[in-house]
Structure formats: C-alpha cells, structure tokens
Nanobody, 118 residues
Framework: QVQLVESGGGLVQPGGSLRLSCAAS????????MGWYRQPAGKERELVGT???????NYADSVKGRFTISRDNTKNTMYLQMNSLKPEDTAVYYC????????????WGQGTQVTVSS
C-alpha cells in the first residue's frame, strides 16, 4: 500500500527557513526518483524539485539556490530544506514519486501547508 506523509509546514516570515519531511512506503521510495511538489491556493500543482535514488537533484528555477532536497534511503524519508522563503512560496507542499515533468501521479498524501507572511 502506498503511503505518503508530509510534515514540517507552518507559518514563517519572509526570509525564514523551514524543513519539510516526507515519509514514504518502502516499495515506492526504494526504486523511484522522488519529487517535491506544491500547489498554491487556486493554482495548479507544480514540481519544485526531484532527487534520484542516488541523490542527484534538480530544481525549478523559482527555488534554485534556496531549496535543497535530500533523502535518507535507510529511513524511506525525503527532506526539503527551504531557505530565504518568499511569500510566493506559500502553498501546500506534497511529495511523491517523479514520473515526468508533464505527468503527475494520481495518488497524493495530505500535504503540508507552508505560509510565508509577515
């Protein structure tokens, strides 16, 4: 059974930092490139970045240099370190396997809300 549990969101001031965690089922985590996604209110879900099983990362231009994705394969857990947060980073953040830039998975966890506001 696929399991995706995101945590670590909250309210932070502009310029602040947050670290999100994603606990995934071993069957998914161990063989897949994983991704962080986000969905601002009233907008479509977008890909934030990805990490391969070997640790190679890739980021959307909007977060490059500010966000860092890592994974602990022994714990089936992925992380998103977010620094220099901006109000436009406000969204519900989700983790999931990465299929392609144009094709998103059909099953999602509950996500975790990140609000950047003064």
């Amino acid at each position: 059974q696929v399991q995706l549990v995101e945590s670590g969101g909250g309210l932070v001031q502009p310029g602040g930092s947050l670290r999100l965690s994603c606990a995934a089922s071993r069957s998914m985590f161990s063989i897949n490139t994983m991704g962080w996604y986000r969905q601002p209110a009233g907008k479509e879900r977008e890909l934030v970045g990805t990490i391969t099983t070997g640790g190679t990362t890739n980021y959307a231009d909007s977060v490059k240099g500010r966000f860092t994705i890592s994974r602990d394969n022994t714990k089936n857990t992925m992380y998103l370190q977010m620094n220099s947060l901006k109000p436009e980073d406000t969204a519900v953040y989700y983790c999931n396997r990465y299929i392609s830039s144009a094709l998103y998975p059909g099953y999602w966890g509950q996500g975790t809300q990140v609000t950047v506001s003064s």
